[in-house]
């Protein structure tokens, strides 16, 4: 008889909010005003990144998936959230995940790295969001780095780098999204990356100016609008990071319960990344024996089914 599965230290860990004057309703034309709510969404998100909470990896992994979402809708293209996760988690080893997949990937890169990161790293980078590459796109690693040295605020940093993607090429703002959640997680001095920025490119607070369009990184006021992004991306972040932690805790609850040889390892997957295969396999799980686990934790209330479908299914928190 297999044994059931021990649970890991789990504290119940207090999670942060955004305070609701920090949270921007409509665009704000007072970069003070922007300013400070940046500050306080950022004390806020910091608290919650630095908890070191066992779900944190799936956290980030889910707001890859938004701003994978948002820069795909950028590039024109019309796949969503659910496309863009059927296109990961659906392929085949080896497979090319497609443009809208390798856009995916772009951003699991960032949430998924240590920073800083090299040239290398942002070339790939640059190739897999189709943008061609360009000597400037690495200066602008260093630049950055001088930003974080100079101790300057960090949706500031976020927004100069940004800048200086656009300045090159005007056609890289994917990249320069990119460039700016990183330089934002940099300065913050976060072990890895999160994407947040990004998941606000088509909010309605980044609608600046007189005549109200999206505020771009080669506009005037992008420093400001980058900071209502931080303040609105980190109300949402940190929203969404109470949802996991809620279903995180319901499954180290019946954790004791799961007498699958091989649950162990099943279980860290859906702590550490957005969804998991309804078909996972390992070396100490076959394909039936998976099934018939998220089965059982979905009767647990454990877990999530993400597809919506009877086949092909994925399941996350």
Partial sequence: ?????????????????????????????????????????????????????PWIGAWRQRLALKAAAASVKLMRRTEDESALRDAWYLRQPGDDPGP????????RKLAGRSLPVSVEDLRSVADLLGITWSDVFAECIEEVADGVRSAAPAP????????????????????????????????????????????????AVLRTGHDRRRARPDSPDYE????????????????????IAQQAERLHEVTPKLRAKGAGDLIALLLSDD???????????????????????????????????????????
């Fill in 156 to 203: 500031v940093i976020a927004a100069r780098a940004a800048t200086a993607i656009m300045h090159e090429d005007p056609k890289a703002e994917a990249l320069a999204w990119w460039m700016a959640d990183l330089a934002l997680s940099w300065r913050m001095a976060w072990r890895h990356a999160v994407p947040l920025l990004a998941t606000q490119i088509h909010a």
């Fill in 224 to 243: 400001r609008a980058i900071c209502l992004a931080v303040a609105a991306g980190a109300a949402e972040a940190c929203r969404l990071a109470a949802g």
């Fill in 275 to 317: 969804a998991v295969s309804g078909s996972f396999t390992s070396k100490a799980m076959t394909r039936w024996a998976s099934r018939r686990l998220f089965d059982r934790l979905q009767q647990l209330d454990a877990v999530r089914e993400l597809s919506g479908r009877p086949t092909f299914r994925l399941y996350g928190l």
């Fill in 100 to 107: 809208a997949g390798n856009v995916l990937l772009a951003w």
């Fill in 1 to 53: 008889m297999n044994r059931p599965v021990t649970p890991t230290s789990h504290p119940i860990i207090p999670l942060p909010r955004v305070p609701a004057w920090a949270v921007p309703r409509s665009t704000i034309d007072s970069d003070v005003e922007a300013a400070y709510m940046a500050g306080s969404a950022l004390n806020s998100l910091d608290n919650l990144v630095c908890s070191n909470a």
